[in-house]
T-cell receptor, first 115, second 111 residues
């Protein structure tokens, strides 16, 4: 158990809908990361927050947004869902924003299926 | 659980043999590398890391080798066990920026 908690574990929704994925980082971790893992794209970095503020953006679509709350939990909002958004969405956390020597720990993922 | 990465490179080894999983990276500025193990239906799990000022680091049954000249990273697993069957990802970061993951290699251990 990595200590990173994600909900829901599985979610099925229709195209055009909006969903929210939730993440609680490891106790004491200040950075939260979101990754998307699909069959043909591998692990793709979406976005990172550090202590409530956005720190880095990766390949995140404009239809997606995220935030980190004062209690450090994070939410990833996915809107106007398309079939191609079906994937595993991972949250990860780390203590520092400095990745050099700072390991990130992954949650178990939220499996999103868009039908 | 669901499986991902159906078209990954694969490595099949006999139980008890040593496994070597390779990873090539392209960014010469990458200075920190991690190997992750991902079992079916689970999130990536940290195995071992190495900084660019090292060329070898050993853990329990695992060794990571870094060759900066050719930008190559390898993970060696000694006495491979059935529980080692998983997808293995290398990840890199440069100057404390975003961590990038390789495509992964699926390791299958035959009893």
């Amino acid at each position: 158990d990595s200590g990173v908690t994600q909900t829901p574990k599985h979610l099925i929704t229709a195209t055009g809908q909006r969903v929210t994925l939730r993440c609680s980082p490891r106790s004491g971790d200040l950075s939260v990361y979101w990754y998307q893992q699909s069959l043909d794209q591998g692990l793709q970095f979406l976005i990172q927050y550090y202590n409530g503020e956005e720190r880095a953006k990766g390949n995140i679509l404009e239809r997606f947004s995220a935030q980190q709350f004062p209690d450090l939990h994070s939410e990833l909002n996915l809107s106007s869902l398309e079939l191609g958004d079906s994937a595993l969405y991972f949250c990860a956390s780390s203590l520092w924003t400095d990745l050099g020597g700072n390991t990130i720990y992954f949650g178990e993922g939220s499996w999103l299926t868009v039908v | 659980g669901e499986s991902v990465g159906l078209h990954l490179p694969t490595l099949s080894v006999q139980e008890g043999d040593n496994s070597i999983i390779n990873c090539a990276y392209s960014n010469s500025a990458s200075d920190y590398f991690i190997w992750y193990k991902q079992e079916s239906g689970k999130g990536p799990q940290f195995i071992i890391d190495i900084r660019s000022n090292m060329d070898k680091r050993q853990g329990q049954r695992v060794t990571v080798l870094l060759n900066k000249t050719v930008k190559h990273l390898s993970l060696q697993i000694a006495a491979t066990q059935p529980g080692d069957s998983a997808v293995y990802f290398c990840a890199e970061t440069a100057n404390n920026n975003d961590m990038r993951f390789g495509a992964g290699t699926r390791l299958t251990v035959k009893p």
